[in-house]
């Protein structure tokens, strides 16, 4: 038994506030169905069934005593408990904050210092976790609850008001939030929009759309895009967990053949992962040809990794054309920009020495071309600009900060003024901390602007770096962090550490060796290639790449050379001389 696809009732996305949304859509057939990690229906939750449940919840968490504004933190696993807290606590005029599930893509050893980071940061005067032994971190004095004792509270006496459009309906912690806590406060009016415009102007959905999602919904491209979007458009969506595609990845397309479905997203390793586990009996088993929008996104999309994709499951009948390239980020709600439909990846390969130098994407066809992946225009209550080090508008092709305003664009981030400042304008305008350019149109993303490495009065974008490495037979995709450290005497120095299972030291220094001439050959760079062990490189809670937090690890003397290693270091340097 799953919910159908068809809600039942005239489509309509026009709300003010997402509890308007859920009212309405309460009389639709439609609605989530969770799945286990075979791909059975483990439950299903009809939006009418939501909207009861939420009420009853709601008023349960009104008899507890908080006030309206107060801050409920949760754990945002995939589960239909997680789902009717969120909208209850909106629905009591609460502001949810949801948390990342401790899984696989979180660090053991900083789960906890995170969730205490994030609890103290958000001011949380209740943390609501799922049923067992307590998540929280030794010392703090958050008041907390389970899944199961909040359904067995008390209900409140006093009667619910409806949030308006102006108030904060949640706190979106960025994935890499871990240090330095900084909750994006959402509205209800910012996110209504949003989905609004991601659903008609970016997919063009309609009554015959079926969303399959397995993103964790502590992140905004699962919590707005495959969680509350759903909710504004009334779609069915079918729900794996992040820990279950992570063990078994061929159970997203799975579901996606067998329940017809038509949207579903993920970042550029999410389509990597599951085309390297398929194999050829798995993939002849599949039927992709009604999946229409395959959505990438909420990383730096690498054109490879999704032709690849492509090619791998076209015998599935999956199509090219269905790839749906866009940029977005929590400080926005959710998008920003979206490519066009049924054109599939387009991409500007571009001279790296004069977007380097220059910061001029000037267009090639020589083998040391990047390709960047055009990430499409703005949606309609979205803008956005490309600026210079002093404010100053830039011209097409020309590299630079990647700044938006719109609706749907962040007012701030929560208790954090100074933050705040440092993001915001006087006039509205984010600063995304991106770096990219514009071209007929369409915004090219080509680094993080924190991440650029500067050799020589030179701008280094380190996917550059890590992209040359991971052409090596013998390295993964995303298997590499590059960054700059200073040396004394010697100025700034890329490095490159590089995820290795090799254990011979001749296939190691033959290895190194491969990655410095390559990188050399393509750059003219002398960087220092170290090889690390399988899955030490740090990444945020969505299973980003954490560069920075890679750097301070390399920094402290975490990723120690061998002997052999060593060797192949000083042969680096005598080649580079």
Known sequence: ???????????????????????????????????????????????????????????????????????????????????????AAVRARLVPVPLPVAGVFTEPSRYAEQVGRQLAGCGARLFLRPDGASLLPEGADTPEMSWSELAAAPKGAAPLAEPGPDDICYLQYSSGSTRFPRGVAVTHSALVRNCRDISEAAIGAGPDDRMVSWLPLYHDMGLVGTLLAPIVAQASVDFLSTDTFARRPMVWLQLISRNRGTVSYAPCFGYDLVRRRANASQIADLDLSSWRVAGVGAEMIDPQVMERFCETFAPAGFRSEAVLASYGLAEATLGVTFAPLDRGIETDRVDPESLGRHRRAVLSNAPTARSFVRCGRPLPSQRVEIRGPNGEALPPRVAGRVVISGASVMQGYFNDPEATAKALDGEGWLDTGDVGYMAEGDLVIVGRAKDTIIVNGRNVWPQDLEWIVEQIPAVRNQSCAAFGIHEPGAGERAVVLVQSGLRDPGERAALIASAHRDILQATGLDCRIVLVPPHSLPRTSSGKLNRGLARERYLAGNFEATEADALAGSRQAVAAR
């Open 1 to 87: 038994m799953i919910t159908p696809t068809r809600s039942g009732i005239p489509r309509k996305t026009d709300f003010e506030t997402l509890t308007a949304a859920l009212d309405y859509a309460a009389g639709a057939e439609s609605g989530f169905t969770f799945y286990s990690p075979r791909g059975e229906p483990l439950s299903v939750l009809p939006y009418g069934e939501m909207r009861a449940r939420v009420d009853e919840r709601a008023m349960q968490i009104a008899g507890l005593g908080l006030a309206p504004g107060d801050r409920v933190a949760m754990i945002g696993e995939t589960t239909p408990d997680f789902v009717i807290a969120f909208l």
